[in-house]
């Protein structure tokens, strides 16, 4: 069998460090090298993780694609594992993306989400929508989330690595696997090899992250001429950011422009039902229809998307320049 590294990043993550990294001590595969870099926490991170038998690696606060590299070039294993501090993996996790390398072809597998904190109703909303979306996803994949990655490493030292410009968890898994991807290398994905999640819990939390995720995004979109995701995201997806964008711009200017009044209604309807698949997906598979709500937040997520790759638009500018 051959080495296993682990490597776990961690911000301010006192409150989940310790499940995530106990769960990594009871996989059943056993002598697991466990590195945790702790991207210059100020909480009580330091204390949770040097008092389990882990390795502790601290730099200043870069960001968890900085803290994942020094994590995975300080470890020895020829398959490095990467998962992130508010997760908690089941305990065959490693065992079962381990099986998919045995394929000399494939350079890289991963897995799905299970949810931790159920009993947000926030949370269940964004782990249905992942579920509906990884629910499409086959055998085979083009893209992979860091939260359950596994990566030979022969693979990252070709690759360089994750990009360290990305500051935030958003984009740095896509840039790496389109890197991937276009040198050739194959991915696996095993959707029943989970990873439990704490999501969000609080629904202005979640859409100002999401406006990150759209900043970033277009970070993807300058560098790579794409958003490293194809497969993953689907029409609808591609359907958002311009309809989102035209109610938005309909509507604020609906006060002044009386004409675009019923434009604007029909722009905002559409912008409200273009997530229906996603959230009729949640409903049926929670079996509950307070999952209806979920179109409300999907909705706000929507218009965060759109004013983040506005606000992000300046990596295409700065791109243009060069």
Same mark, same amino acid.
């Given at each position: 069998?051959?080495?296993?590294?682990?490597?776990?990043?961690?911000?301010?993550? #006192?409150?989940?460090?310790?499940? #995530?990294?106990? &769960?990594?001590?009871?996989?059943?595969?056993?002598?697991?090298?466990?590195?945790?870099?702790?991207?210059?926490?100020?909480?009580?991170? #330091?204390?949770?993780?040097?008092?389990?038998?882990?390795?502790?690696?601290?730099?200043?606060?870069?960001?968890?694609?900085?803290?994942?590299?020094?994590?995975?070039?300080?470890?020895?294993?020829?398959?490095?594992?990467?998962?992130?501090?508010?997760?908690?993996?089941?305990?065959?996790?490693?065992?079962?993306?381990?099986?998919?390398?045995?394929?000399?072809?494939?350079?890289?597998?991963?897995?799905?989400?299970?949810?931790?904190?159920?009993?947000?109703?926030?949370?269940?909303?964004?782990?249905?929508?992942?579920?509906?979306?990884?629910?499409?996803?086959?055998?085979?994949?083009?893209?992979?989330?860091?939260?359950?990655?596994?990566?030979?490493?022969?693979?990252?030292?070709?690759?360089?690595?994750?990009?360290?410009?990305?500051?935030?968890?958003?984009?740095?898994?896509?840039?790496?696997?389109?890197?991937?991807?276009?040198?050739?290398?194959?991915?696996?994905?095993?959707?029943?090899?989970?990873?439990?999640?704490?999501?969000?819990?609080?629904?202005?939390?979640?859409?100002?992250?999401?406006?990150?995720?759209?900043?970033?995004?277009?970070?993807?979109?300058?560098?790579?001429?794409?958003?490293?995701?194809?497969?993953?995201?689907?029409?609808?997806?591609?359907?958002?950011?311009?309809?989102?964008?035209?109610?938005?711009?309909?509507? #604020? &200017?609906?006060?002044?422009?009386?004409?675009?009044?019923?434009?604007?209604?029909?722009?905002?309807?559409? &912008?409200?039902?273009?997530?229906?698949?996603?959230?009729?997906?949640?409903?049926?598979?929670?079996?509950?229809?307070?999952?209806?709500?979920?179109?409300?937040?999907?909705?706000?997520?929507?218009?965060?998307?759109?004013?983040?790759?506005?606000?992000?638009?300046?990596?295409?500018?700065?791109?243009?320049?060069?």
């Amino acid at each position: 069998m051959p080495k296993v590294s682990v490597v776990v990043p961690v911000y301010n993550g #006192a409150r989940t460090i310790g499940l #995530a990294v106990d &769960a990594l001590l009871a996989q059943t595969v056993k002598d697991l090298e466990v590195l945790v870099v702790d991207d210059g926490s100020t909480d009580g991170t #330091a204390a949770a993780v040097r008092s389990r038998p882990v390795k502790y690696l601290r730099q200043e606060n870069a960001g968890p694609a900085k803290a994942r590299n020094l994590g995975w070039r300080s470890s020895s294993g020829e398959i490095v594992f990467f998962t992130d501090s508010d997760c908690v993996p089941e305990p065959r996790w490693v065992e079962k993306l381990l099986a998919l390398f045995s394929d000399p072809s494939v350079s890289a597998a991963g897995g799905s989400y299970g949810i931790r904190n159920p009993e947000s109703l926030v949370a269940q909303c964004i782990h249905y929508d992942i579920q509906y979306r990884h629910a499409r996803l086959g055998a085979e994949v083009s893209y992979l989330g860091s939260f359950s990655l596994a990566v030979r490493r022969s693979a990252l030292e070709e690759a360089g690595g994750f990009d360290e410009s990305f500051r935030i968890a958003c984009g740095e898994d896509s840039d790496l696997s389109f890197r991937l991807r276009k040198a050739g290398h194959r991915f696996r994905f095993e959707k029943d090899c989970l990873v439990y999640h704490h999501f969000p819990t609080g629904a202005v939390h979640f859409v100002r992250q999401q406006f990150w995720r759209g900043y970033w995004i277009m970070k993807l979109l300058a560098k790579n001429g794409s958003t490293g995701a194809p497969g993953y995201s689907n029409f609808l997806d591609a359907l958002q950011p311009p309809l989102f964008a035209a109610a938005l711009t309909c509507l #604020a &200017a609906s006060p002044f422009v009386p004409e675009l009044r019923l434009p604007a209604l029909a722009l905002n309807l559409a &912008a409200f039902l273009v997530n229906s698949p996603s959230v009729l997906f949640g409903v049926r598979a929670s079996g509950s229809p307070r999952l209806f709500c979920s179109a409300v937040l999907f909705y706000f997520r929507g218009f965060a998307w759109v004013l983040g790759l506005a606000w992000g638009a300046g990596f295409l500018l700065k791109d243009g320049r060069k």
